[in-house]
């Protein structure tokens, strides 16, 4: 037993033997350094309920009572009835994936700034530009209209980056959802990229079947969502080309689906479609899939979809209808 004593003694993690009446019968020096005393002598379900203090975050982890993160292993003695515990703290490693983490979301906003620097120069410039013609006194009304026309154009696009960024710099905060009726949902959305389809000659079918589904959502952020899945099809497709939405309910899911006819993905593009910063837009910013697919999972929905050089996209989106009282959601 002192051989396996000094076995047990020299393993790096905590080992803890338990007896077939559950009582401790010996502890490495690692597991006493680890749970702040010697178990010798005790109940091991007593020791658990002292020293261990399970969050909502463990999963197959556990927290201990001084902070620590173990994952705990058991296995039974092959020649005796007992138990051998096993914990592994992980507290460093939990540390470090943390502050990579970080790392990688404080690079993510570097490059989101950087980008978003970049997108808004040209339209910021060109904006400026009719602006500056607007100005002119002697300009006649049919230039005068183009020229608000073309401001207000850019002045879209400016927005809709900066909705990007926005909703894409959100990812990891608390979001309080709220129920949402999704017709009244979809008439917002509708409201708002009409103008925009007009602009561009592009016409948008809307369908909807007779269901009215309640979903518990953050609005502002599903909203955006959809309406990036409407512009990228309107951006796809060649003027007089129609798309069509279409919003559907069926077995506790609502689904709203954005088809096109237009220039589809091609295949180097569709292997990094959700990445942030991914474009083959000249004026694009990257984010807007990424923001779609970050929105879409924080509210434990779906994505589906499929497309065709040359012959068009589809997306579809499903959100769980109303079922729980209120939650929070976390984007990322």
Not at 60 to 72: A, I, K, Q
Not at 117 to 132: D, V
């Amino acid at each position: 037993m002192q051989s396996n004593h000094a076995l047990i003694d020299a393993m790096p993690n905590a080992v803890i033997l338990v007896n077939g009446q559950g009582i401790v019968d010996y502890c490495n020096p690692n597991s006493v350094k680890l749970m702040g005393a010697n178990l010798c002598g005790e109940l091991w379900r007593d020791c658990v309920a002292r020293t261990f203090t399970p969050k909502a975050d463990d999963w197959h982890e556990v927290s201990l009572h001084n902070g620590r993160r173990v994952r705990v292993d058991v296995s039974s003695l092959p020649d005796q009835p007992g138990q051998l515990v096993v914990l592994t703290d992980l507290t460093e490693t939990r540390d470090l994936q943390a502050q990579l983490a970080h790392l990688q979301r404080l690079s993510s906003m570097g490059r989101m700034v950087a980008s978003l620097a970049h997108q808004i120069r040209t339209p910021l410039a060109t904006a400026l530009l009719y602006a500056e013609h607007l100005s002119t006194s002697n300009l006649d009304t049919e230039k005068r209209v183009n020229f608000s026309g073309k401001l207000k154009a850019r002045l879209h696009d400016l927005e809709h980056h900066v909705n990007d960024m926005l909703l894409f710099a959100k990812s990891g905060q608390q979001s309080t959802l709220s129920n949402v009726s999704a017709n009244k949902l979809m008439t917002h959305i509708e409201q708002t990229v009409e103008a925009y389809a007009k602009q561009r000659s592009i016409a948008i079918q809307w369908r909807h079947d007779t269901s009215t589904p309640t979903l518990k959502i953050n609005k502002t952020a599903v909203a955006g969502a959809i309406q990036n899945l409407i512009t990228n099809a309107i951006d796809a497709s060649s003027p007089g080309q129609s798309i069509v939405v279409e919003a559907s309910s069926h077995g506790g899911q609502w689904r709203c689906r954005v088809s096109d006819q237009g220039k589809g993905i091609d295949e180097a593009m569709k292997a990094r479609l959700f990445t942030p910063f991914a474009t083959n837009k000249p004026h694009g910013t990257g984010l807007g899939l990424a923001v779609v697919d970050t929105v879409v999972k924080a509210h434990g929905g779906e994505i589906e979809w499929r497309s065709e050089k040359g012959r068009g996209s589809d997306f579809i989106v499903l959100f769980p209808t109303i079922q729980q009282p209120d939650l929070e959601v976390r984007y990322g």
